[in-house]
């Protein structure tokens, strides 16, 4: 291939209008810059070099696309970001809600395997798994317990929906309790061992999360010394943004290589692991803020590479 046709091939790809290098392949020789259609696998390797030798390198990339960023949301994370650019995060909780499937009964699972050429890895996958529903925080200096809620396997709610029946999905009077029987009591722990009386939420901005938090801290501060405050403005689809979700993939990856042989060795093996976070980790995600908030007003409130 010529570079021309290596470079057009470059474009074509990056174009997104083709669904393989053969296709690519048949408009080169449409376009006359091939005398043949050339194999997919020959385009593949004359792209990506020429791609190379032009400095700027192409990969092809596969599994599921991530979520794209609305212009409103990117300006809310560029704003945010912005905002908070001197903030001191040590005195703030991140949190948030996270389930976890009981995706591999009785197999251990570990980040990674080694296999030799030609082999797959393969485990057992229940089509309907079980689950663990929970809220949970970190801070500088320690992580919060955890609080299951609805949606937890085996767990009886006594939470009810508008229609008056047994509540299949958070409702406000549900994270009121988490944040009145958990998340407050656990930052008043957390940041009087550090010696500090007030201290900031950060939770997500569901609209049912900024009632029951209005509730709660209204309840909350009336009757203790020192004060809580919310972060405000937390912007919508920015998991890169909460170190929590760092967190959450540590337990995961603890769970899965765990083997648990049935649901309440999963969930047992689960609590612990989220109990015995090793607190450098906490603390090194926690540091991190910073350079969140930095590296997402640097790309214009675009995602970043946490």
Request: aromatic content about 6%.
């Amino acid at each position: 291939m010529s570079t021309a046709a290596s470079r057009k091939a470059v474009e074509l790809l990056l174009s997104g209008q083709y669904h393989n290098c053969k296709q690519v392949a048949v408009e080169l020789k449409r376009m006359g810059l091939t005398s043949q259609v050339v194999h997919a696998t020959t385009l593949s390797r004359h792209a990506k070099a020429q791609a190379v030798a032009d400095g700027a390198p192409i990969l092809p990339k596969t599994g599921k696309p991530v979520k794209a960023l609305t212009t409103k949301t990117q300006a809310e994370r560029l704003a945010f970001c912005r905002a908070n650019l001197r903030r001191n995060w040590s005195n703030v909780m991140i949190t948030d809600r996270k389930k976890f499937l009981f995706a591999y009964p009785g197999t251990s699972v570990k980040r990674v395997e080694w296999l030799r050429k030609g082999e797959q890895r393969q485990a057992y996958r229940p089509n309907n798994p079980s689950a663990v529903n929970m809220y949970a925080g970190i801070t500088k200096y320690g992580v919060t317990k955890a609080h299951l809620v609805t949606g937890t396997s085996k767990l009886v709610t006594s939470y009810r929906n508008l229609k008056g029946g047994e509540s299949r999905n958070i409702t406000s009077a549900e994270y009121e309790d988490v944040l009145c029987k958990t998340l407050l009591p656990e930052g008043a722990r957390l940041f009087t061992s550090a010696g500090l009386s007030a201290w900031v939420l950060q939770q997500d901005n569901d609209p049912t999360h900024k009632r029951a938090a209005a509730r709660a801290l209204e309840g909350w501060c009336s009757k203790r010394r020192g004060s809580v405050q919310l972060l405000q403005k937390w912007p919508p689809n920015s998991p890169d943004l909460s170190p929590i979700e760092n967190a959450w993939a540590h337990v995961q990856a603890t769970v899965d290589a765990a083997g648990c042989q049935n649901f309440d060795n999963f969930q047992a093996t689960l609590l612990k692991a989220w109990r015995n976070l090793d607190v450098n980790v906490i603390r090194g995600l926690m540091a991190s803020l910073p350079t969140r908030m930095r590296e997402c007003v640097a790309v214009d409130g675009g995602k970043t590479r946490f």
